[in-house]
């Protein structure tokens, strides 16, 4: 393993994130079979004050675990120089097999730990915790993958040898090469352009009437899902060559070297933002009929909302300016 600082950093947190979300979920188990708020017995007693302690520490360590995602790629980055024939990031999580593993594993806990911190906010603030139970069945999903995430992060940082040759991202994103990534190079970028547009117009046309109607919240949520997805293989597909100048550079990581202002952090933070804030309107979808919930739970959807309206309306800003900015063209 090669040493670094950062390197040491990932993996202390996640040793705490882990470990905490199993005792979590361990003692969630206790929650889901004894938790009754009519009783007024010692066990009632201590369940309430042991869960707004383990519910607050858990929030603490979650957000962490969102910044781990970032000094992740950070991290990956710094490590190109590393190793031969890696230009970037790209390079860095292709040295060893665990790389891109842990890299998809981390944005896929990230997105649920931000649903869970939603559904956790909700819940401390209603005077009955009505999603106790819900948020700690959730917690029992988290907890396995947190720990997939450790192992495989972990893996990674120990088969990292200096003396590999690794591929470039130029041979990795490449429109003639074989993998999921070369194949998203190889769409039409006229495709992939109206694929972008026409699920941003939709999210946003949905977002509006849900923020002025309070209509179809589910279907903006999976819009904003399906925005996500979209916006992501448009970076590797168009989005990118307008900020490279290159019609053949589709790498979705060198836009956070400083060569680009690091522009790269503040598109993957927007989309993270919509993307969390958006599926959890949805999430929070079933528990419109709860009455502790119901004077606060729609406006919280809304905000919701707009956060997701905003951080995606900033994504396609800073493209649409790039794409417009630029002497470059597709075609």
Known sequence: MILHPAIVALLLVSLLTTGMTLYGAYFG????????LKSGSEGQLALERRTYLISTLLAYV???????LFLFVQTAESLHNQFVGAMCAAGSLNVDPYGYPAFLLKILNVILAGLWLIINHVDNGAHDYPLIKKKYALLLVLAPLFLAESVVQTLYFLELKADVITSCCGSLFSSEGNGVSSDIAAIPAKAAM???YLSFGLTFVLGGIYWFKGKLGGLFSFASGLFFLVSCIS???FISLYFY????????FCILQREYHYIGYLLYAALLTGVVSGLGVGVLMPFAGVGSLAGSLPLFQKRLAMVCLVAYLLFTGIAICRMIGTDFTLG
């Open 235 to 237: 970076l590797i597909s």
């Open 194 to 196: 109206a694929g972008f």
């Open 62 to 68: 979650l957000i962490f675990q969102v910044g781990s």
């Open 245 to 252: 100048e290159l019609p053949t550079h589709h790498c979705p």
């Open 29 to 36: 188990i206790g929650i889901m079979r004894r938790w009754n």
